[in-house]
């Protein structure tokens, strides 16, 4: 333990810091806050009913933990979350691919310290859980050279649950089958390299569709049919309002009952119309959750994409854009955005009585379900949120700086870091297309593209010599991973770098005899003086404040 905390010495001070602002956000918070979103997970962790509105894996974690009463222990699982995100990524940038130590513990900043980020982690809400749940799946993933068919369906089993857990995880399976064709495509050629590929492809595949199937079972049972919620087309729908013309489509006359006669310019942000007397949907009874509404809502937005494209994908790219302004505006309104921030009082707790208790957050804790604000610790988290945070050009910046440098070292951990990157790219796009922006999934996006550029900018690869099978490989006859990892190294240096790699023997180095016949040099089982490992790898020795802070805050009279 001393020598990895003497190896890693700017990551452990890091991490015993973020450690003491969590304490402080915990002491100043009694334990738990909330978001408006966070009383429909606590109604379906106490009940036991799946929401159709969203995804409810963050509700059946919440009912794991029911057993407890309190929210405490959510949130304290949900910092050491954070912080655990912050470990594997400074692990697996240092382990695989030999970045910088200071490199590697400056990009884990943005998880181990971001005002947003902590408070995120202390509101009863899924991103999280999430942001864990994908970080583990990349992780394992890029644990190895080329992963075999076990660390593909392990990876596709944790991204399947955090598809549970956000829907924004379903997606990602495709950024997750590109790169896993990506590192096969150079062994394609090899009788046995397509057929690796496929089965790699296949685990992943299959294992991400398990948690999906058993989720969809539970949704039927109490739901009547096969389903994940019953909202995917009202949140479209939400998203083209902002822009769709009637006049430009060919509209049934059921889809017409979902137009509006408000001109483009003169209409609100796409949730008012989920949330607000102003959406059309609210005509369908009982509720726009049902089968009914939510079915025309989606058939009405692939008309208004099919007919506008240039329009939607304006759209998307003005919500997608707003990741990476400097200053936070206030979106989509102050109360909203307000809940974002360490306040100086409880949010409110609607009354929907349950189980004898008057709200689901009361019957969860049995007792006083409201946030204690304590100071001085609730003060001391109101300034350091005030500073320290990541603003989002400087996130852009990340971004960039990790595709230029992916783009730049290809065959020596760019190819990998690609994974992280086009994870992170995703995690903003895939919200801004599918419903509207929130700041919340930028906090969620930003680890991956810090461990995308830490990737990128790392030393090298973890290499095998040909012949050695490594305890991480799980691809059967030695020499498969191994081969391919020193393979494409020497394909990246150049022909005439061989000679030079650490760990190599040149012709005429080895007296004749030295290698017994029937055994190649660096096979398991040969001469003890050929390394069977390159050395090397593995851990070794605008403004100050956000818009909000522009108005003045005051603590509410009691």
Not at 377 to 382: L, N
Not at 465 to 478: C, F, I, L, S, T
Request: charge should be positive; glycine fraction near 8%.
């Amino acid at each position: 333990m001393r020598r990895v905390v003497a190896s890693n010495k700017l990551f452990t001070a890091a991490l015993v810091a973020a450690i003491l602002i969590r304490l402080c956000a915990e002491l100043g918070y009694r334990w738990w806050a909330y978001f408006n979103d966070s009383f429909s997970y606590i109604s379906a962790a106490v009940t036991g009913t799946l929401d159709p509105v969203r995804v409810s894996g963050y509700s059946l974690f919440l009912r794991a933990l029911l057993p407890l009463h309190s929210f405490a222990a959510v949130t304290v699982l949900q910092h050491l979350m954070g912080l655990a995100v912050g470990i594997l990524c400074y692990a697996l940038a240092r382990r695989r691919f030999a970045t910088p130590a200071w490199i590697a513990a400056v990009l884990t900043f943005p998880v181990l310290f971001d005002g947003f980020e902590i408070q995120l982690e202390h509101l009863i809400l899924s991103d999280t859980l999430f942001l864990l749940l994908v970080v583990l799946a990349v992780v394992v993933l890029l644990w190895t050279p080329r992963p075999g068919w076990i660390r593909c369906a392990l990876a596709g089993l944790l991204l399947g649950a955090s598809a549970m857990v956000r829907s924004t995880g379903l997606p990602l399976i495709a950024v997750f089958a590109v790169y896993l064709i990506i590192i096969w495509f150079p062994r394609l050629r090899d009788g046995r390299g397509w057929l690796r590929a496929v089965a790699s492809v296949a685990a992943c595949g299959v294992a991400f569709a398990l948690p999906a199937a058993g989720y969809e079972a539970m949704y039927k049972q109490q739901h009547g049919k096969f389903a994940m919620n019953s909202s995917t087309g009202v949140f479209l729908y939400s998203r083209v309002m902002t822009f769709a013309d009637c006049s430009r489509m060919t509209l049934s006359p059921e889809l017409l009952s979902l137009c509006t006669t408000v001109p483009p310019a003169r209409r609100p942000i796409s949730q008012a119309y989920i949330w607000t007397a102003v959406t059309p949907l609210d005509r369908f009874p009982p509720t726009k959750w049902d089968a009914l509404p939510n079915s025309l809502a989606e058939r009405f937005a692939i008309k208004a994409i099919e007919a506008q494209p240039l329009d939607y994908a304006r759209a998307v790219l003005d919500d997608t854009w707003r990741a990476f302004a400097w200053p936070r505006s206030v979106f989509p309104n102050a109360a909203t955005y307000d809940e974002y921030l360490f306040g100086y009082h409880s949010l409110d707790v609607p009354d929907s009585l349950t189980h004898g208790y008057r709200s689901a957050a009361a019957a969860y804790v049995r007792g006083d379900p409201l946030t204690r604000v304590v100071d001085p610790f609730a003060k001391v988290m109101r300034a350091y949120q005030r500073y320290v945070w990541l603003p989002g050009t400087v996130y852009g910046l990340i971004l960039v700086a990790g595709l230029a440098a992916l783009g730049w070292r290809w065959r020596r951990g760019g190819r990998d870091a690609l994974l992280p990157w086009a994870t992170s790219l995703a995690l903003i796009v895939i919200p801004a297309a599918t419903a509207e922006f929130d700041y919340r999934y930028v906090t969620t996006a930003v680890p991956f593209a810090c461990l995308g550029l830490a990737i990128a900018l790392g030393r090298a690869q973890s290499v095998q010599v040909p012949g050695a099978q490594g305890p991480d490989d799980d691809e059967g006859p030695a020499g498969g991973i191994a081969a391919d990892a020193v393979a494409d190294r020497a394909e990246a240096a150049g022909p005439d770098s061989a000679a030079d790699a650490p760990g190599s023997v040149s012709p005429g180095s080895v007296s004749p005899g030295a290698i017994s016949p029937g055994r190649a040099s660096g096979e398991a089982g040969g001469p003890p003086g050929l390394p069977r490992r390159v050395p090397g790898s593995g851990l070794s020795g605008g403004k100050a404040n956000a818009s909000h802070h522009h108005r003045d805050l005051t603590a509410d009279a009691t």
